[in-house]
């Protein structure tokens, strides 16, 4: 309570006036919020670690209800690419070593083929495969059940990630802070249907998985780097390294883990310096493996449409189609009906500008993207969340180049993370502005008037410890506290 107290004489405006010859000092009450900002700072959260502990294991065991009805699926779709047809698969522990130097769609077809850009090199899930193989033989149910584990232990590591990013206020329920209700949105979305039923879906899980693994090491690095801050990052490069071969779709990472950090941490940008370096590694070498056992990543040229939706389109229709994609995304992720397994050609015919579900997704893009970098200035979590589903649903947008079908809804199984911190986020910040009336302008100009939130009439001369630059302390509502033919036709889950 001691710091509490220190910390409202702080946020206090002194002001002095003379009457009569005499001084007296006139002391403003200070505004509610900023109580809480500095209480968010000066007190232990709510949420204490067993609470922590206790709701991490809440979410890993969420996901059996949600998706125990899969244990009695069998194989299905490209499960025959990757588990039943696969020969390294077949040959067990035996056949890790071929699994590990080959394309992944070497297996099945017993040669080298080009059939879509850049190819595919994601052998953690397939070896994962092997082993239930060498195990249990084939075991759907076997398989069913690591998916499920394995989700749900995304779910708690996830929870485990947003706490200590975001710093909860003191007398927030735990029920209703971010990272709760984030992990929930997140874990029981219908969309990540297709990536829990589908066995050969773990390759997206895996990646994730991993991913969040990583920013917890490098985390941990900027907070206390300490005598084995080398370990954290180690640990950070082998996480990231391994989700990068479980699938490729985790790359985003390499921006998203610094940018995070900077985020929620800006206080420690020397720090992240040494992460955004770090990073480089697990990167390199992801590459380098890719380039020497999958060979080099080519462009491939074919007018198959299975194997490429845009091979007869232009390049207006083809990003005219994208954008119409994106628009179909976002309705997805807002009413999550109807749903299906996969999105063959022609299920999203090709689209221009002329038409409005084109050019209104554009155009909502654009005014996202503005106040993606209008948040950014200040930090805000709504800002990072757009621009994690941003960056992180680029390289499965077909913006840049052809994945090998149109859509997919396991597509948005990382970037729709970034969707649900925006979303949790955006509703409080209506809630706050409005509590806190006509007066928060001016209450938040003169808080942020000097670097140290502290106004020149305060009297105090002192800088509130704790952030590098000055953010707004309203709360995590609105700021951070601290500082996802004759050429061989492909299912489209394996793009």
């Known amino acids: 309570m001691a710091k509490v107290r220190r910390g409202l004489r702080l946020g206090s405006q002194i002001t002095e006036t003379r009457a009569r010859g005499s001084r007296r000092k006139v002391v403003a009450p200070p505004d509610p919020i900023d109580i809480i900002g500095i209480m968010a700072r000066t007190s232990r959260p709510r949420t204490q670690p067993r609470s922590q502990a206790i709701l991490a294991v809440f979410f890993f065991l969420v996901a059996i209800p949600l998706y125990g009805n899969t244990l009695g699926n069998r ?28 394309d992944s769609f070497q297996g099945y077809f017993r040669e080298q083929r080009e059939l879509i850009t850049g190819g595919r090199y994601r052998p953690l899930s ?20 690591i998916n499920l584990m394995l989700y749900g232990l995304t779910g708690a590591l996830l929870y485990l990630l947003l706490v200590r990013l975001f710093h ?34 773990r390759d997206e899980i895996l990646a994730l998985l991993f ?13 206390r780097p300490g005598g084995r801050g080398i370990v954290k990052l180690a640990a950070g490069v082998v996480f990231l390294l391994l989700g990068l071969l479980a699938k490729e779709t985790l790359i985003p990472f390499v921006v998203m883990i610094p940018l995070g950090l900077w985020f929620f941490r800006s206080e420690h940008r020397r720090r992240i310096g040494v992460v955004l370096g770090t990073l480089v590694l697990p990167l390199a070498i992801y590459f380098a493996a890719r380039m020497v056992f999958a060979g080099p990543m080519k462009v491939v040229r074919t007018v198959e449409l ?3 939706p845009f091979a007869l389109a232009s390049s207006r229709e083809r990003v005219a189609t994208v954008f119409k994609t994106l628009g179909i995304y976002l309705r997805l992720f807002f009413f999550p009906h109807p749903l299906t397994h996969d999105y063959y050609y022609n299920q999203v015919p090709l689209s221009h500008f002329g038409d409005p579900s084109s050019w209104w997704p554009a155009i909502l893009a654009l005014g996202l993207a503005i106040f993606a970098a209008a948040g950014a200035r200040r930090g805000s979590p709504i800002a990072y969340g757009l621009l994690f589903f941003a960056i992180t649903f680029s390289i499965v947008s077909n913006l840049f180049f052809s994945i090998g079908t149109t859509m997919a809804e396991r597509f948005l199984y990382i970037p729709s993370l970034g969707l649900a911190i925006a979303v949790v986020a955006s509703p409080a910040i209506s809630i706050v502005r409005l509590w806190k009336g006509p007066a928060a302008a ?6 942020s008037s000097t670097p140290g939130c502290a106004t020149p009439s305060s009297g105090s001369g002192k800088r509130l410890s704790g952030t590098a630059r000055c953010r707004s302390t309203t709360s995590w509502m609105t700021q951070p506290i601290r500082r996802i033919s004759s050429t061989p036709i492909l299912a489209s889950s394996s793009r």
């Open 75 to 102: 194989y299905a779709l490209d499960d025959s690419l990757f588990i039943t047809n696969n020969a390294y698969v077949k040959n067990g522990i035996r056949g890790i070593p071929d699994i590990v130097r080959h």
């Open 126 to 145: 397939i070896v994962t495969f092997a082993l239930e193989y060498q195990v249990a033989g084939f075991s759907p149910a076997l398989s069913h059940g």
């Open 168 to 201: 909860v206020e003191a007398k927030t329920r735990w029920w209703s802070a971010p990272p709760f209700l984030i992990s929930l949105l997140f874990l029981v979305h219908p969309l990540h249907t297709e990536v829990v039923a589908n066995i050969k879906g």
């Open 211 to 223: 991913g969040i693994a990583a920013f917890h090491a490098f985390l941990s690095y900027c907070e």
């Open 306 to 308: 299975l194997n490429d």
């Open 442 to 447: 001016t209450s938040s100009r003169s808080a």
